[in-house]
């Protein structure tokens, strides 16, 4: 069954180092999402994106943030300059397009920043 | 604005049902889910429902919808140990450009 996956699957990094997490979405889907989930708390969306553009994105999305699909399968999010906060579970999801609504979620990589 | 509430703890008994309850205040949404998280891991798709059922169910799984009160209901039969995990309700609406969480229920399952 085909599915999302996400490298690393566990990142260490100091405090103002870049970061970028990578995801291979599910081949045919066209909506690729970031979400992240800080250690006991709920999960939270970050930003969606559709034909090579941001559709969405939430009030966490800040100008640290972006988001990039380099090529045909990639899809990435990358940290400018990490905080202490931005610790936590960052997950892709995708969805096909044409009324197929459920996201698939990958695995998901955790972020320690130090 | 849309929010998606969750009692935060269930304990049960091996053998006996769980139900997981959520409510939602988006009427607009019209895929609602349930996903499953064990420690350390990922997010499991359990199931779903379109806004237009009342009722899903799968194996030991029954989701019941109450779309008036907006409430999601998710029942476990014969709850295994195994099931121990954090329960999420989530929801999406047409255009579905993002998913709205709950807090999560963490099912405590005795032996």
């Known amino acids: 069954e085909p599915e999302v996956t996400q490298t690393p699957s566990h990142q260490v990094t100091q405090m103002g180092q870049e970061v970028i997490l990578r995801c291979v979405p599910i081949?045919?889907?066209?909506?690729f999402y970031w979400y992240r989930q800080i250690l006991g708390q709920k999960v939270e969306f970050l930003v969606s994106f559709y034909n090579n553009e941001i559709s969405e994105k939430s009030e966490i999305f800040d100008d640290q943030f972006s988001v990039e699909r380099p090529d045909g399968s990639n899809f990435t999010l990358k940290i400018r300059s990490t905080k202490l906060e931005d610790s936590a579970m960052y997950f892709c999801?995708?969805?096909?397009?044409?009324?197929?609504?459920?996201?698939?979620f990958g695995p998901g990589t955790r972020l320690l920043v130090l | 604005g849309e929010d998606v509430e969750q009692s935060l703890f269930l304990s049960v008994r091996e053998g006996d049902s769980s139900v997981i309850n959520c409510t939602y205040t988006?009427?607009?949404?019209?895929?609602l889910y349930w996903y499953k998280q064990e420690p350390g891991a990922g997010l499991q798709l359990l199931t779903y429902i379109f806004s237009n059922m009342d009722m899903k169910q799968d194996q030991r799984l029954t989701v019941l919808l109450n779309k008036k009160d907006k409430h999601l209901s998710l029942r476990i039969a014969d709850t295994q140990t195994g099931d121990s995990a954090i329960y999420f309700c989530?929801?999406?609406?047409?255009?579905?450009?993002?998913?709205?969480f709950g807090a999560g229920t963490r099912l405590f399952v005795k032996a």
């Open positions: 989530a929801e999406t609406h047409t255009g579905g450009f993002k998913t709205i």
């Open positions: 999801a995708s969805r096909l397009a044409g009324g197929q609504e459920t996201q698939y």
């Open positions: 081949s045919n889907h066209l909506y």
């Open positions: 988006d009427s607009s949404s019209t895929y």
